[in-house]
């Protein structure tokens, strides 16, 4: 079945960077788009990023723009959100997430905590 296990998170200082994975299983990787989200406390969850299934396209939300770069290894099925000049707002539980079929696939989550 279609299983999403991030890592990566942890506790960074305000302007550090972190490099977050997502390893995929269960389906064709490649032939996928993937997406990372992110749920900050008492907040709805947000799109970050979402790459095309070759990593041709990206696109990202106005707020990570210039800070961070999602990217793919379609050889390990892996996932990547790079992310520098981390900001205390940047905190929350972040998920990577895929569209198989008609459903919607989530990890478990990673959390990034930005603080001083």
């Known amino acids: 079945q279609v299983q999403l296990v991030e890592s990566g998170g942890g506790l960074v200082q305000p302007g550090g960077s972190l490099r977050l994975s997502c390893a995929a299983s269960?389906?064709?990787?490649?032939?996928?788009?993937m997406s990372w989200y992110r749920r900050a406390p008492g907040k709805e969850r947000e799109v970050v990023a979402v790459?095309?299934?070759?990593?041709?396209?990206?696109n990202y939300a106005d707020f990570v723009k210039g800070r961070f770069t999602i990217s793919r290894d379609n050889a390990e099925d892996t996932v990547y959100l790079q992310m520098n000049s981390l900001k205390p707002e940047d905190t929350a539980v972040y998920y990577c997430?895929?569209?198989?079929?008609?459903?919607?696939?989530w990890g478990q989550g990673t959390q990034v905590t930005v603080s001083s």
């Open positions: 997430n895929v569209k198989y079929g008609f459903r919607y696939f």
């Open positions: 269960g389906f064709s990787f490649s032939s996928y788009a």
């Open positions: 790459i095309t299934s070759t990593g041709s396209i990206t």
